[in-house]
């Protein structure tokens, strides 16, 4: 029997098993060990969960599906765009989440792609070189709006097939407090941002603080991975008696009131063109309520331009997961 094959029967056998309760039984270092894992998972034979020092090993269960059957072009476009975390936290790339995804939801592999990839091509008509403008979307939501331009990364979700990619890195990356999913958008943002400041002539840039507290904040980690020569503008979020995010506000007013109440942008210095980042767009209040502040503040000369992650498809959307 083969040491894979080993690995199998063992977890089988046990249900869970540790890497050191496996390298244990089968008389074999960790680091001989760790030569199988990574083909076992990336086989989707075997999954974990856990960080280190706690990681268990379990056995993925046998899908009653075939094995996904589509052209290589449809596979490259699943293979570099789907991500899929499942319930118990397993991050499941390409075609493995593609497949986990169609066998959970009982549909057919072939036919379920071709609609993905059709779904995927009609929203990435709105991108033009890797953004997606969302001014017009602003417009038809606020009476007045004092952004020169928005735009936005990704959208959070698409028609059927739920969250994006991104969208899914940005929830996660937030909710779990991953340091490497942070990691992950910093790469995607930070050309994006050098090429709105490069662009726009950008010399100021501010960061939409958040109102939930964690030990991990995304915004804290964007910031310090977008260090550069940019001059910074203060926005403060003020602490009020009960912290009431903008997610949990289903209307529209509320949201304004909300952004309006409790963001200050505590900033004299001037600037001629500033560049406001944002995680999510769902109605655009905040981004849009500070852009106000400064203009009222009379601290920018030129253009307000807001950048998100994400962002909504159309009119006032709710985005009340991140």
């Known amino acids: 029997m083969s040491t894979k094959q080993q690995i199998l029967e063992y977890i089988k056998e046990?249900?869970?098993?540790?890497?050191?309760?496996?390298?244990?039984?089968l008389g074999i270092s960790r680091q001989a060990l760790f030569r199988?894992?990574?083909?076992?998972l990336e086989q989707g034979l075997i999954y974990k969960v856990g960080k280190p020092p706690k990681v268990f090993y379990f056995l993925k269960e046998a899908s009653n599906q075939p094995k996904i059957q589509i052209d290589d072009k449809l596979e490259k476009e699943i293979q570099e765009n789907y991500l899929f975390v499942t319930p118990a936290g397993e991050r499941l790339e390409g075609v493995r989440g593609f497949t986990y995804w169609c066998d959970r939801n009982n549909l057919p592999y072939e036919k379920t792609a071709q609609e993905y990839?059709?779904?995927?091509?009609?929203?990435?008509?709105?991108?033009?070189g890797g953004l997606i403008g969302g001014l017009q979307k602003m417009r038809s939501t606020f009476g007045e709006v004092y952004l020169d331009e928005i735009f936005y990364l990704?959208?959070?979700s698409i028609e059927r097939f739920g969250k994006t990619k991104l969208g899914q890195l940005l929830l996660y990356a937030?909710?779990?407090q991953n340091l490497q999913m942070m990691k992950e958008i910093i790469a995607l943002v930070k050309p994006k941002v050098n090429f709105i400041v490069?662009?726009?002539k950008v010399d100021g840039i501010g960061f939409v603080p958040p109102t939930?507290?964690?030990?991990?904040q995304l915004m804290r980690v964007l910031k310090n991975g977008l260090e550069g020569s940019?001059?910074?503008v203060s926005i403060v979020k003020i602490k009020t008696m009960v912290a009431v995010p903008q997610k949990s506000l289903n209307r529209i007013e509320d949201r304004i009131e909300n952004a309006k109440s409790t963001f200050v942008v505590d900033e004299d210095s001037k600037f001629e063109n500033i560049l406001l980042v944002d995680d999510a767009v769902g109605s655009g209040a905040t981004l849009n309520e500070v852009a106000k502040k400064i203009r009222q503040k009379n601290i920018c000369h030129g253009k307000i331009i807001g950048l998100a992650i994400t962002g909504s498809y159309k009119g006032f959307d709710v985005i009340s997961e991140v």
Not at 14 to 25: L, N, R
Not at 36 to 40: C, I, M, R, Y
Not at 212 to 216: D, I, L
């Open 230 to 232: 940019l001059r910074e």
């Open 14 to 25: 046990k249900g869970q098993a540790t890497s050191s309760e496996m390298a244990d039984y």
């Open 212 to 216: 939930v507290k964690r030990e991990r």
């Open 36 to 40: 199988h894992l990574p083909v076992l």
């Open 198 to 200: 490069n662009k726009f």
């Open 154 to 156: 990704d959208f959070y």
């Open 174 to 176: 937030k909710q779990s």
């Open 117 to 128: 990839v059709r779904t995927l091509k009609k929203y990435n008509s709105f991108k033009e």
